[in-house]
């Protein structure tokens, strides 16, 4: 079992920055790839980003490339998301989840573990 926390997010005004982290628990994610998720509410839960098992692959979803960046810290076993340049479109909970199988993809069911998630709001 792999236990997930997130922290990080909170109140910001558009054009503003927050950098959430997800620290795992339980046993090493250091051979997992590692995603970010959102959902925004009345909508449904939808990629941000993804990271290979030793951070050398990245990907992100379309609209948030260049403002996002995922990145890992495996001795600390914690996974991080910078986000940049907010606006209000990104208000949504952010969540961070585990793919066992080590394959990084932005399909959700590709994911075993979740965390609970954390607020990140943008006011205009």
């Known amino acids: 079992q792999v236990q997930l926390r997130e922290s990080g997010g909170g109140l910001v005004q558009a054009g503003g920055s927050l950098r959430l982290s997800c620290a795992a628990s339980?046993?090493?994610?250091?051979?997992?790839?590692m995603g970010w998720f959102r959902q925004a509410p009345g909508k449904e839960r939808e990629f941000v980003a993804h990271i290979s098992w030793n951070g050398g692959t990245t990907a992100y979803a379309g609209s948030l490339k260049g403002r996002f960046t995922i990145s890992r810290d495996n001795a600390k076993n914690t996974v991080y998301l910078q986000m940049n340049s907010l606006r209000p479109e990104d208000t949504a909970v952010y969540y961070c989840?585990?793919?066992?199988?080590?394959?990084?993809?932005?399909?959700?069911?590709?994911?075993?573990?979740w965390g609970q998630g954390t607020q990140v709001t943008v006011s205009s």
């Open positions: 339980g046993r090493t994610i250091s051979s997992y790839a």
């Open positions: 989840a585990v793919s066992r199988s080590g394959l990084s993809s932005s399909n959700p069911v590709a994911y075993d573990y």
